[in-house]
């Protein structure tokens, strides 16, 4: 059971007037999957990076199991928007990648990149170029290069942000399945209101000006999709619309104050 | 209509595709560049037959401008028996080899300054400098100061065109080291990447399209030093077979010479295209 912690994290970056994030205090457990959401500007990306190790924080700390984090590392693998794979390679070989600076055997690598693209429903498209590839699923191919490394915890600056919205809803119950089957914590910036719905157990709610955690509300309905409801059944329960609607209000209720 | 489809499969061209949808519109209207591609083929037929004209004419004493047949006569002969002790074939070999353990030894020394200079600050204070002061000085006026240093022998041939190929590629190989994408090498180091895997793995296949870009320009620039490289002391090479035939007032030698270089660089030029596609399939295309 690993733990990631952000407690009082602040971030100023150099030459802004006003702090980018201030005091913010986010738990992520394994079997969590905390969602950021919040307007634009609200520091969400900066919270993301500051616990990803890529921003160090200007106030309060970053740890991981109470180790203080002052640098990336391949417990908390990153997936970014802009999927950022490597062109050079082929898609097996993207997905590889930690393995490859482990300094792991191709043979064995090429195995667990074939485990992990039908994990992601790739399966036989290890050989094929990056350019050769949807959008939705170059950001399969980023998710599966991250599950390479073995994390811990997932971290995800939406993910799912520049795909059409049925590719987009495959992708977030695939989301789903891997999260409880690798029993990893997962951390994820969104926009989409529904999307933050369906998939965490507990939303954290960003506002801006400077940007700061307003509101931290627990959600259950990934974890029936994962027992076996259908998205379909769950979208439709009235609770999910009053939940939608609180969630709303909270990002509102920032935004005002 | 029927236009608009022969000029679309003459030139592959992007633009003329579009005209299916507009026949009426464009048909009858060549794309730019069909009408450059007519200019350009009017012109060399133009200058050809120039050529031909006054040389048939005696406009131009043959001392000056030989007739073509005269230089097609003199690729021939040069080529089975040779001019200045060589044949067509051994001087051709004699520059290439020089060009490219030039080359070589300009990538040798200037990828890794290119990659200085993009990675670090110190690098780049040390290594700009260097670079800007070379790159202006044309190989003419530093071939007297490399001969002295390092005498007629061939290493002072070599270095004179790899000191003109330096400049391209070390600034070329910067570039594409700052063009790295903040996301990819955050991706990389997320993964557990070291710096040192980063430039290994990220930085580097990443700058490689540049780096390739840099080749291909300092090939240019290294195959057009060559007749400077070798005008003190050479016995073999196209540059000095086209100076010992000036010398000589064998115009036609001095003709075919410079139709050889040019052919030669234009072939070189296409190897070196055909080699970024292989080598970086992906530039451009992400």
Known sequence: MAHLVLDHVSVHYDGQAQPAVTQAGISVKSGDFVVLVGRSGCGKTTLLNTAAGLISPTGGTVTVDGKKVTAPGADRAVVFQNDALFPWLSVRDNVSFALKLRGIPAQERDAVAARLLELVKLDGIGGKAIWELSGGMRQRVGLARALAAEPDFLLMDEPLGALDALTRERMQTLLLDIWTANNIGVLMVTHGIDEALLLATRIVVLAPGPGRVVRQIDAGFGRRYVSGESVRSIKADPAFNRARAELEDSIFEGEAA | ?286
């Open chain 2, 1 to 286: 209509m029927t236009l608009s489809a022969e000029t679309s499969r003459d030139i592959g061209d992007a633009a003329i595709v579009s005209t299916a949808t507009q026949p009426e519109v464009k048909a009858v209207k060549p794309s730019p560049a069909r009408t450059a591609r007519i200019a350009s083929a009017i012109t060399v037929l133009g200058l050809l037959l120039i050529w031909i004209v006054s040389a048939h004419f005696k406009l131009v004493s043959p001392v000056f401008l030989p007739s073509p047949s005269a230089v097609l006569w003199k690729f021939y002969s040069v080529s089975i028996n040779g001019f200045v002790d060589a044949t067509l074939w051994q001087h051709l070999l004699a520059s290439l080899l020089r060009v490219f353990a030039a080359l070589l030894l300009a990538l040798v020394v200037a990828v890794p300054a290119g990659i200085a200079i993009g990675v670090s600050a110190i690098g780049r204070g040390i290594f700009d400098p260097i670079i800007e002061f070379i790159r202006p000085i044309p190989p003419l006026a530093y071939l007297p100061l490399v001969i002295i240093w390092f005498g007629i022998g061939e290493p002072s041939k070599i270095l004179v065109i790899a000191i003109a190929m330096l400049a391209p590629i070390a600034i070329s190989t910067a570039a594409g080291v700052k063009g790295a994408s903040l996301d990819r090498i955050n991706a990389a180091r997320a993964l557990g990447a070291t710096r040192a895997q980063v430039v290994r793995h990220v930085i580097l296949p990443n700058a490689l399209p540049s780096i390739l870009t840099g080749l291909r320009i300092a090939l240019g620039a290294g195959w057009s030093t060559l007749v400077a490289a070798e005008l003190v002391a050479a016995t073999r090479g196209l540059g000095f077979m086209i100076q010992s035939a000036a010398q000589f007032l064998v115009t036609d030698v001095v003709i075919m010479g410079i139709f050889v270089i040019a052919i030669v660089a234009f072939i070189l030029e296409i190897g070196i295209r055909r080699l970024e596609h292989l080598l970086v399939p992906w530039a451009g295309r992400e």
